[in-house]
């Protein structure tokens, strides 16, 4: 879906109208997001879906680990969730070369 076109400012004044819609209610809001984003991506190519979901998860796990640490483990986590980032960056992009 090319963002200069019909069916792409579509998509977008329906999100942003349902965003709207549950504007007073963070849960409902965030789940309008979450599916619009993987309908985005869906359109785009549905094997980023599999992507967009590793990285919600890897992003979720890696918000946890450095919020429940404290001292050089928040900062060991911290590393830890950039560097899983950067594999999966690697993985899902074999023409990029790092030297």
Known sequence: ???ASISFATF??????LVWMFRG???GR??????ASAA???AWDPRFLVL????????????????RSQGRTRV????ATNVA???????SNPTISFG
Do not use: K, Q, S
């Open 76 to 79: 060991a986590a911290l590393w």
């Open 25 to 27: 209610w963070r849960a």
């Open 52 to 67: 967009l979901l590793v990285a919600c998860v890897l992003g979720y796990g890696g918000g946890e680990a450095i919020h």
């Open 30 to 35: 965030n789940a309008v997001l979450l599916l």
């Open 40 to 42: 985005f991506y869906a």
């Open 1 to 3: 879906m090319p963002f």
């Open 12 to 17: 977008f004044l329906l999100v942003l109208t």
């Open 85 to 91: 980032y950067l594999a999966l960056l690697g993985a």
